[in-house]
């Protein structure tokens, strides 16, 4: 079986000892199978038990280990050091405060997370007792792949809007407030209109696309992002240009 | 130490955690709760569960099927009242969670669609393709969200539960963030900590399973129960131990040894069923401890397949074609090309048994209730017990639920009965002491050992002696080896001294919890001297309802090896008879 000797450089910042990131090199023999995280878990557990970082799964579906690797966004469960050439450089992601080495403060996220309000505000209340909602496949395929979102914060990392405006609520956050407004048995859509179609909303996306490219699990946010402008321009119309038409 | 008040506390963020916190939520908005858990609750580990949720929905089934099915499945040491309460709760718990949005799979009408899985006698396994555990995780943390009764406290790890005057009374954390510890004074604590698979080298469980919930009410004085019985699931990728869902079989997955034949039949659960056309509770939907046991066998008889990473055999699953397999196991697929590099529209895939899943667990009653006043558990970290001595799958995803929510209620009772918190000068005894215990382990100098150094120790003494098959000798020398590592965990010195995100720390305290587990399952192992369920033992390979119809309990010593003590079995109705997954059952 075959194995190589790879550098990874990888971002070091502790607040408590260092007054800035730099970058510490590790040499690490590798078996061909491995992902960036083995290798990291390999420091961590024969060289240097001071790095730290997030991971769990190992199958890509935690969310926990998202990097830049080589300057790409990156889950390190699922980047193969097979797929690397000379020097793997991994640093936190991009556009989140660093809390420690490779552990970033994702706050911001989870606080927009909450505003969106993602979960079913029923269109019609129902008991247990009544059963549950009939949603065809059809149905179900409308939304679905929105559900996917494991939170792994990489379509942030990539978002060039979100790095230039932070307010923007941005890829993940609205592709799940889409995913419930799609929903058939959802009628909280315009509960949720007032946060992602706000001036901080959909609106900062200028359809660089970056967000779906890096999607580890494939979803489109930024499809969604596009669907939720249509709609809250048609939303526009009705409300202004044809009140007639508004139920 | 910064002190935060509460009413409940609840350890934990994966999804018994989750539901607990929203029973409480919804049956009294005035609650204050304190979800803590040491990673964001979407990263728990619910969310690598692939196959589904057991519930009986379809006019076919009935309870007592699900019932019989469970109980037979565990071998007889579940307890029939808590299996009759998961059964009767679980189709109403699945609804729930239909109400709350999760993606369940749909028939063309529109209702939900279930599927065959291993050991069960009727389609009863609700799933969300094969991501279910990810959709119910992400269902039931959205739906949190709304709850402003709801705190939590994210990336915070429980070191220890204060107990005082024999009432548990909260609990101190560190806030890895900071690295401060943190007093939680609760008037009741529940643990939804999750499993204890990481004690094992190859295993399907993310790195956070350390036992870490377990440990807390262990050292608290409360029983960890039928310990010795962990589950090995058949299939799981040799390179990285990787699940592959037991839906791969329920949709129609056939298992072969290396000359092509599907063995299961030389081993009670023939005779061999026509391919792509599974039959319940036979060849391939035969329970996971038995099939996992045929593999053990294949492997001395040399009739497994060689790979690079070790002795295996082959899931087949080319002849469910590629739309079943992209609409259905989409994730295996892709798990399958990405990390063995074989895609099984076209080849069979490598896969041999891996550690999965503690049957074992805190003490509780039906009720989610610990024998320590004001302490409840559920999910995995719990034994109520409805998994016996072999869980069947997709029954967990449904414990979660049923126990969360049971735990919820039963702390808010426990709460209106009028629990108080400690005086405040005793749990400022207690938080200090707490605190002064992390103080010592990261300020120490002049150990020799390490955490790496210990931790790959126990897991290879566990993986020889307390895997498929055990037998006194190993068994006795993993719990010597086992009393040693405890010994010399003393002597561990950090590296890092630090206070932000000290995961040297954090891996240290792990260890400690994961040492404790570990013990109490090769204890218990070595005082259960028959074979059942998933505990097979050379030496005796009989099942012995005579003297072993009992749950253990492993009762825990700060400086020796717990002591290991019984609890009769509750049967209500089935007697203790045969497993039959021969072909030939009715």
Redesign the interface.
């Known amino acids: 079986?075959g194995e190589r000797q790879i550098e990874l450089e990888v971002l070091r910042y502790?607040?408590?000892?260092d007054s800035e990131p730099r970058f510490q090199r590790y040499s690490v023999t590798c078996r061909e199978?491995w992902v960036v995280l083995d290798a990291l878990n390999h420091i961590?557990?024969?060289v240097?038990?001071?790095?730290?970082?997030?991971?769990?799964?190992?199958?890509?579906?935690?969310?926990?280990c998202g990097m830049m690797i080589n300057g790409e966004p990156k889950l390190a469960c699922?980047s193969?050091i097979r797929n690397y050439e000379g020097v793997i450089r991994v640093e936190p992601l991009r556009h989140f405060p660093v809390?420690?080495?490779l552990?970033t403060?994702?706050d911001d996220f989870?606080d927009k997370?909450?505003r969106v309000?993602?979960?079913?505000i029923?269109k019609q209340a129902?008991a247990?007792s009544e059963?549950?909602?009939?949603?065809?496949?059809a149905?179900?395929k409308k939304?679905?792949q929105y559900?996917?979102c494991?939170?792994c914060m990489l379509c942030y990392a990539a978002c060039p809007e979100y790095g230039l405006i932070p307010k923007y609520i941005g890829p993940a956050a609205i592709a799940?407030a889409h995913r419930?407004n799609q929903?058939s048995?959802?009628g909280g859509r315009d509960q949720r209109q007032e946060e992602i179609a706000a001036t901080e909303g959909v609106w900062e996306c200028s359809f660089v696309g970056a967000c779906s490219d890096v999607c580890p699990e494939h979803v489109d946010p930024a499809g969604a992002i596009q669907q939720v402008k249509i709609k809250s321009t048609l939303d526009w119309y009705t409300e202004h240009l044809m009140p007639w038409l508004k139920k | 130490m910064e002190t935060l008040q509460t009413d409940v506390a609840i350890i934990g963020a994966g999804g018994a955690g989750l539901r607990a916190a929203i029973a409480l939520a919804e049956a009294d908005p005035k609650l204050r709760i304190a979800l803590i858990s040491k990673?964001?609750p979407?990263?728990?580990?619910t969310?690598?569960a692939e196959g589904g949720a057991a519930g009986v929905i379809k006019p076919d089934d009935s309870l007592e099927h699900h019932f019989n099915d469970t109980v037979g499945g565990g071998d007889w040491l579940c307890d029939q009242d808590a299996v009759d309460y998961l059964v009767q709760e679980a189709p109403?718990e699945l609804?729930?969670l239909?109400?709350?949005?999760c993606?369940?799979?749909?028939e063309?009408?529109?209702?939900?669609a279930v599927r065959p899985f291993g050991g069960m006698k009727k389609q009863r396994t609700w799933f969300a393709a094969d991501?279910s555990g990810?959709?119910i995780l992400?269902t039931l943390f959205?739906?949190s969200?709304?709850f402003a009764s709801i705190q939590r406290f994210?990336e915070y790890y429980a070191t220890e539960l204060l107990v005082d005057e024999g009432r548990c009374v909260g609990l101190v954390a560190i806030e890895m963030?900071s690295g401060q510890m943190r007093r939680f004074d609760a008037r009741a604590v529940i643990i939804a900590g999750g499993g204890a698979g990481r004690m094992f080298p190859f295993t399907t469980n993310?790195?956070?399973k350390t036992g870490d919930g377990m440990a807390l009410a262990y050292r608290a004085g409360v029983p960890l129960k039928d310990m010795e019985f962990v589950q090995y699931h058949p299939t799981g990728l040799p390179?990285?131990g990787?699940?592959l869902t037991e839906a791969c079989r329920g949709e129609g997955g056939v298992l072969l040894n290396k000359n092509g034949r599907r063995f299961l039949q030389d081993y009670g659960m023939g005779p061999e069923t026509p391919l792509g056309k599974p039959v319940f509770k036979t060849m391939e939907l035969g329970p996971r401890d038995r099939v996992s046991q045929a593999f053990w066998h294949e492997q001395k008889k040399g009739n497994a397949v060689p790979t690079?990473w070790g002795d295996s055999m082959l899931l087949d699953m080319r002849h469910l074609g590629e739309k079943t397999i992209n609409e259905r196991l989409p994730?295996v697929r892709?798990?399958s090309i990405?990390?063995m590099g074989v895609d099984p529209v076209t080849d069979p895939v490598p896969v041999r048994p891996v550690v999965h899943y503690m049957m074992g667990g805190i003490h509780t009653d039906i009720k989610a209730a610990t024998p320590l006043s004001g302490l409840f558990a559920a999910g995995e970290c719990a034994c109520v017990s409805i998994n016996g001595a072999n869980r069947l799958g997709s029954n967990s995803l449904t414990e979660i639920l049923v126990f969360g929510h049971r735990a919820g209620q039963s702390a808010m009772e426990y709460v209106q009965s009028g629990a108080r918190p400690a005086a405040d000068a005793a749990a400022a005894a207690l938080g200090a002491a707490a605190q002064g215990r992390v103080r010592e382990l990261m300020r120490r100098s002049g150990g020799t050992e390490?955490?790496?150094g210990l931790r790959k120790e126990m897991m290879h003494t566990m993986e020889q002696n307390a895997g498929i098959y055990r037998s006194h000798e190993g068994l006795a020398e993993a719990c010597a080896k086992l009393a040693d590592l405890r010994r010399r965990y003393r002597g561990i010195e950090?590296?890092?001294k630090?206070?932000?995100?000290?995961?040297?720390l954090l891996?240290a305290l792990e260890l400690g919890s994961m040492l404790d587990c570990a013990e109490a399952v090769t204890q218990s192992g070595l005082a259960r001297k028959e074979s059942r369920g998933a505990h097979q033992r050379l030496d005796f390979t009989e099942r012995d309802d005579k003297n072993y119809l009992r749950h253990s309990l492993a009762v825990y010593h700060p400086a020796q090896a717990p002591r290991v003590e019984y609890l009769d079995v509750v049967i209500t109705r089935s007697q203790p008879g045969v497993r039959d997954y021969s072909g030939g059952h009715e």
């Open positions: 079986m502790n607040p408590e000892t199978e961590k557990e024969t240097d038990p001071t790095l730290s970082y997030r991971w769990s799964c190992h199958m890509a579906v935690c969310g926990s699922k193969f809390e420690r080495d552990v403060v994702i989870m997370l909450k309000r993602p979960y079913i029923p129902k247990i059963g549950e909602y009939l949603q065809t496949p149905e179900l939304f679905k559900t996917l494991i939170n799940l419930y929903d048995r959802d | 990673v964001y979407m990263r728990s580990h969310c690598a109403k609804i729930q239909e109400h709350w949005g993606p369940w799979n749909r063309p009408n529109g209702s939900v991501k990810f959709h992400h959205q739906t969200l709304q994210d963030r993310g790195a956070i390179s990285t990787t699940l690079q994730l892709d798990m990405s990390y390490t955490v790496a950090l590296h890092d630090t206070n932000v995100y000290n995961t040297d891996q």
